[in-house]
């Protein structure tokens, strides 16, 4: 019995699906590259935020005083760096957070801390921790204090932070820390807004003399 063998049309067209297949094969390795390209795009200010974040979340929980006004908004305070390669850099150094708007870039910036037997404020260091980034503002919470008794404010030496809001500014008056601190900047279209919180459970003395 004599074989039948494929016909012309018959070649063309597994030919034609055999295109077909390999081009819906590649088209559908393309597309997967490419949204694998933007994944990674979409992820690389993420994890840049994440890094930030838990650096912000090693320093502001140890700050001893700070300091913030809006005009300019920069957040001053000392904090525990512990052991560095720099002696005077070391311990609890004075750091300023930054951004500067023609730049939009944060900044910060460590001096040693001030005294009297060191006349100079160098060495000094600065360090780029997040780029593209706008709006960059902090705010304070105190919480309420049950205990404190109500006193004449004349009475009182020192400016005290309000309780139970959130306020704008934290004057190198104050001599007590903020409970919380809240950081807000927007960064490429988004708005990402972080609370810090420091680890103090503020109090008054029951009794104001």
């Not at 030919?15 to 390999?22: D, E, K």
């Not at 140890?62 to 002696?87: K, S």
């Not at 008056?173 to 919180?197: G, H, N, S, T």
Request: net charge negative; with cysteine.
């Amino acid at each position: 019995m004599k074989k039948k063998s494929f016909t012309l049309i018959e070649v063309l067209i597994s030919l034609g699906l055999l295109t077909l297949l390999l081009s819906t094969l590649f088209y559908w390795y393309f597309s997967l590259s490419t949204q694998q390209k933007e994944l990674q795009l979409l992820q690389i200010p993420l994890q840049e935020e994440e890094a930030l974040y838990r650096r912000l979340n090693q320093i502001l929980p140890t700050i001893q005083h700070c300091c913030y006004l809006r005009d300019p908004q920069h957040l001053v305070f000392f904090f525990d760096r512990g052991v560095c390669d720099e002696p005077l850099l070391a311990g609890t150094p004075l750091g300023c957070l930054y951004s500067i708007p023609k730049e939009n870039k944060l900044y910060l910036t460590l001096w040693p801390k001030p005294d009297t037997e060191v006349l100079h404020r160098e060495p000094q260091e600065t360090y780029l921790l997040l780029e593209n980034i706008s709006q960059v503002a902090f705010s304070f919470y105190y919480p309420l204090q049950a205990d404190r008794l109500t006193v004449d404010p004349e009475k009182i030496r020192d400016p005290l932070p309000r309780e139970g809001v959130w306020q704008e500014e934290w004057p190198l008056d104050y001599k007590k820390l903020p409970a919380f601190i809240k950081m807000k900047f927007e960064r490429e279209a988004r708005a990402v807004e972080w609370i810090f919180d420091l680890g103090t459970t503020p109090t008054y003395p029951k009794a104001v003399v």
